[in-house]
């Protein structure tokens, strides 16, 4: 079946640091690859996708390079705020519609 | 517009209790599924919904859960003799369509609580 392995947090950063967080997945076929955000006190929103090999997703400065070859999807932003503190998922959808999720790594940027 | 609703937010029930989430999607949108996001074990699928079909149920835990979803709109989930296991928050997701670019929106959430 499809899954989704990510690095476990917590992950502390200074404000202006440079973010890497690690998604590799296992899926038969094509999937289609996500990066999803989740605020303290709000619900999960999608921050950005892929939907095949070699594409790049961006969204406010973060980005995410679909790659076949080694089966991951590793976010990166160049240069964090606090405000980027948050829970982020990686996911994917193969095959048909349902999504699957990896643990999801906390990230918690100090001033 | 009006995003994905969910209610109640919060829910504390005895353990044996049956207990009823609902999930009102943005409107016209025909997919709606239904996810658990348990401390330590992050989010897993529980069922899926065409319309007021569902299509795969696969996710479902155990015959205590159970859902349906009426009109092509709004959906309950309900789990009846609730264990502690079964604590967790429930999202609750819709898509304009089935199928992987279709992006799912998630509403906020119903923590359940079952002492």
């Known amino acids: 079946g499809n899954s989704v392995t990510q690095m476990e947090g917590p992950v502390t950063l200074s404000e202006e640091a440079f973010l890497t967080i690690n998604c590799t997945y296992t899926a038969t076929g094509y999937p289609s690859l996500f990066w999803y955000v989740q605020y303290p006190g709000e619900g999960l929103q999608l921050l950005l996708k892929?939907?095949?090999?070699?594409d790049k997703g961006s969204n406010k400065g973060f980005e995410a390079t679909y790659r076949k070859e080694t089966t991951s999807f590793h976010l990166e932003k160049g240069s964090v705020q606090v405000s980027d503190s948050a829970v982020y998922f990686c996911?994917?959808?193969?095959?048909?519609?349902?999504?699957?999720f990896g643990i999801g790594t906390k990230l918690q940027v100090i001033p | 517009g009006a995003g994905v609703s969910q209610s109640p937010s919060n829910k504390v029930t005895e353990k044996g209790k049956d207990v009823e989430l609902r999930c009102d999607p943005i409107s016209g949108h025909t997919a709606l599924y239904w996810y658990r996001q348990s401390l330590g074990q992050g989010l897993e699928f529980l069922i899926y919904?065409?319309?007021?079909?569902?299509?795969?149920k696969s996710g479902l835990p155990s015959d205590r859960f159970s859902a349906e979803r009426t009109g092509g709109s709004v959906s309950t989930l309900t789990i009846q003799r609730t264990q502690q296991e079964d604590s967790a928050v429930y999202l609750c997701?819709?898509?304009?369509?089935?199928?992987?670019?279709?992006?799912?929106?998630f509403g906020p959430g119903t923590r359940l609580t079952v002492l």
């Open positions: 997701a819709s898509s304009r369509l089935a199928g992987d670019y279709n992006e799912q929106f």
């Open positions: 919904f065409q319309g007021n079909s569902a299509p795969d």
């Open positions: 996911a994917l959808t193969g095959g048909y519609q349902k999504v699957t």
């Open positions: 892929a939907t095949k090999a070699d």
